[in-house]
């Protein structure tokens, strides 16, 4: 595991994105460059004057580089695309196992930990643009339903599973996971899964650490791809990044033509390769039916123009 000089007082409010590195530093390694990469920006813009700061600074920078060169065949570190699709497919892992336990009244420290890494995860991808609605929605819910839970614990209620509209302000999200209560069972049971719709089930998925050091989280080692809808939030604040820099912008300049001759917008070309990198990362975990059925939706939007 890498050794990093402490997180001075003035950099905490990264520190949560740095412990998540860490807890992946042998488990994923894409999750863990970017989660350092996400805080060096952060703190960045924080604190780059004082010597504690400039020591964990420095530290990232080399850290960051020298992980680089090392992986520098892994496509999720050296394209944007690429390494948007792995952290937004495992931060909705882990987001649909949190909903699914929280709907089935499973909750536990494990649940609210989900939750809280799904939604810091979901802060890294705004490395790499504006996020989506749904990810913008999403996150915000994976947060507020985080806060909620652990407070609920803390103070001994029982909490209500799934959205509750109008009721996520005031609520006291804690700022580090070692903040999270634990629970009193061994370990969550595997889940009733959330309201399904027409997605296939994820087989095969890479869980996230097998410990959470603060935690011991435990994920089940199938959870459903589903989608939850979520009442929307307001906007949310967008981070410019500006170190070092890994735009890709060929990725988008093309607008091909569908094999019947149609021209497909900018923005169904960039969803096929979307399918295309979510098939790709798929394969690293030897999830081949999530691979084929990506590569599918793909073939289907380049042949028709239609996205279904």
Wanted: net charge negative.
């Amino acid at each position: 595991m890498a050794q990093f000089p402490p997180c001075p007082p003035s950099l905490q409010s990264v520190q949560h994105y740095l412990k998540i590195a860490s807890e992946h530093d042998e488990r994923d390694a894409v999750i863990s460059y970017w989660c350092r990469y996400y805080a060096l920006n952060c703190a960045m813009k924080i604190d780059k004057s004082s010597n504690e700061a400039k020591q964990l600074l420095f530290a990232l920078m080399d850290w960051l580089e020298k992980e680089k060169k090392k992986l520098s065949t892994n496509e999720a570190i050296t394209n944007d695309v690429a390494a948007h699709a792995h952290i937004e497919n495992y931060a909705m892992k882990l987001f649909t196992w949190a909903d699914s336990m929280d709907r089935a009244s499973n909750f536990n420290k494990n649940t609210v930990k989900a939750f809280y890494t799904s939604g810091m995860l979901m802060d890294v991808l705004t490395e790499f643009g504006e996020l989506s609605d749904e990810i913008t929605q999403n996150r915000k819910y994976a947060k507020w339903k985080a806060a909620y839970i652990h407070n609920c614990l803390k103070n001994g209620e029982t909490p209500v599973p799934g959205p509750m509209p109008g009721n996520e302000e005031g609520l006291d999200i804690p700022s580090n996971s070692d903040n999270i209560p634990a629970s009193s069972g061994s370990g969550p049971s595997q889940p009733t899964p959330p309201t399904p719709n027409n997605t296939p089930n994820v087989a095969g998925f890479m869980p996230p650490p097998a410990a959470f050091p603060s935690s011991g989280l435990n994920f089940p080692s199938n959870p459903e791809n589903n989608q939850t809808k979520i009442t929307p939030p307001s906007p949310s604040v967008n981070v410019n990044p500006n170190f070092p820099e890994h735009a890709d912008s060929d990725a988008f300049k093309a607008a091909p033509s569908s094999s019947s001759g149609m021209q497909l917008s900018p923005e169904k070309t960039a969803k096929a390769q979307k399918y295309c990198k979510w098939a790709s990362s798929a394969l690293n975990y030897d999830d081949i039916p999530e691979a084929i059925s990506n590569l599918r939706k793909a073939l289907h939007l380049l042949e028709t123009g239609n996205d279904s």
